[in-house]
C-alpha cells in the first residue's frame, strides 16, 4: 500500500516556474514506477510525465517535453515535476500516480493516486 500527498501547486504567472512534490509513505517507494497526471476543468484526466523506479527512464507528453521535467530522490520517498515556462493551457489539478509494473502513459494502469494540487498559470 502507498498513499501519496502531494504539494507545491499555486497561482503563478505565464512563463514562471513551479517544483511539484509528490511524498509517498511505505517502505517500498524505490520499487513503484511514478507519474504525474493532470485534469483541468470539463476535461479527461491526462498523462504529463512518468519515471521508472530507478529513476533511469523518463517519458513526457509533447505538451510538456522541452519545458517539465520530472524526477525522484528515492531516499526521500518523494518524486518531483519541475515545471519550466508554464502555459495558461498548463492550468488543472496535478495528480501524483503509483504502480508496481513498468512506466505507462495509462492513468488507469497506475494502481494509486494522491488527492492532487491545483496548478493556476495566469495570461
Known amino acids: 500500500q502507498v498513499q501519496l500527498v502531494e504539494s507545491g501547486g499555486e497561482l503563478v504567472q505565464a512563463g514562471g516556474s513551479l517544483r511539484l512534490s509528490c511524498a509517498a509513505s511505505g517502505r517500498t517507494f524505490s520499487s513503484y514506477t511514478m507519474a504525474w497526471f493532470r485534469q483541468a476543468p470539463v476535461k479527461e484526466r491526462e498523462f504529463v510525465a512518468t519515471?521508472?523506479?530507478?529513476?533511469?527512464?523518463?517519458y513526457y507528453a509533447d505538451s510538456v517535453k522541452g519545458r517539465f521535467t520530472i524526477s525522484r530522490d528515492n531516499a526521500k520517498n518523494t518524486v518531483y515535476l519541475q515545471m519550466n515556462s508554464l502555459k495558461p493551457e498548463d492550468t488543472a489539478v496535478y495528480y501524483c500516480?503509483?504502480?508496481?509494473?513498468?512506466?505507462?502513459?495509462?492513468?488507469?494502469?497506475?494502481?494509486?493516486w494522491g488527492q492532487g494540487t491545483q496548478v493556476t498559470v495566469s495570461s
Open positions: 519515471i521508472s523506479s530507478t529513476g533511469i527512464y523518463t
Open positions: 500516480a503509483a504502480r508496481s509494473l513498468s512506466p505507462s502513459t495509462h492513468s488507469y494502469e497506475y494502481n494509486y
